[in-house]
């Protein structure tokens, strides 16, 4: 077996959404004085590679805890959209030439995760570029993929709805289903060479049963 690391790391004062905290990763003991090591962290735990639970949105939907662990398992299919312009919001009609389509069952995508890799995840900087233009899926994009049967939806950056007026309605038309979303992943060029549907996994941080999101691990196994 081997894992293919799709996290982005999390690092002191490193890029996150603009609108959450910053990060701060503080050294409290280190060796050779205390003779041991610890860091404490300050952060929204919607930073770096994270999960989005419906609760996160809105006030009556699913927390975290309400998610089953096995859900955050399971065949993924990469959407290869690198070369997108900045702020390009991502249509059903880009979903349909990037993932399987309609000269295939349309049952193709129930219950499989997508995720949009927009090429966002290999300049994420704390620059106005990488904070507020980046592609984004868009409305519309959202209610095909949820149309199509997915069980969540991850991409290469932050937000998942962009950061513009589009983002509250993205988020709303997937997470209202109950198709969770991942977000800042980054996808390593081998990944794209590999047989779909990957295998994912993206367990997150168990924060306790009320949380909105959490931290999470994303990588794809291959046998």
């Not at 799709?6 to 905290?21: E, F, I, K, R, Y």
């Not at 949009?116 to 900087?125: H, K, N, S, V």
Request: aromatic share 8%; proline share 9%; charged share 20%.
């Amino acid at each position: 077996m081997r894992l293919i690391d799709l996290s982005q790391p999390v690092t002191d004062n490193g890029p996150n959404c603009p609108a959450h905290p910053p990060v701060r990763v503080n050294i409290a003991a280190d060796h050779p004085a205390d003779g041991w090591r610890l860091e404490t962290l300050s952060m929204a735990t919607h930073t770096g590679s994270h999960v989005d639970a419906p609760f996160h949105k809105m006030a009556e939907g699913k927390r975290l805890g309400a998610l089953p662990l096995e859900t955050f398992v399971g065949p993924a299919y990469i959407a290869d959209l690198r070369g997108i312009e900045a702020s390009t919001p991502i249509t059903p009609e880009m979903l349909s030439l990037a993932l399987p389509g309609s000269s295939e069952s349309a049952d193709t995508l129930r219950d499989a995760i997508v995720l949009l890799a927009t090429g966002w995840g290999d300049i994420r900087a704390k620059t106005e570029l990488w904070e507020s233009k980046s592609p984004y899926l868009s409305p519309d994009g959202a209610s095909y993929l949820v149309s199509r049967g997915v069980r969540a939806v991850g991409i290469d950056h932050y937000s998942i709805g962009g950061s513009g007026a589009d983002n509250d309605a993205t988020h709303i038309n997937l997470l209202s289903a109950d198709v969770w979303i991942v977000e800042e992943l980054r996808f390593p060029e081998e990944v794209f060479a590999l047989p779909q549907p990957v295998h994912f996994w993206c367990l997150p941080v168990n924060f306790g049963a009320d949380a909105s999101g959490a931290f999470c691990r994303p990588v794809i196994m291959i046998d």
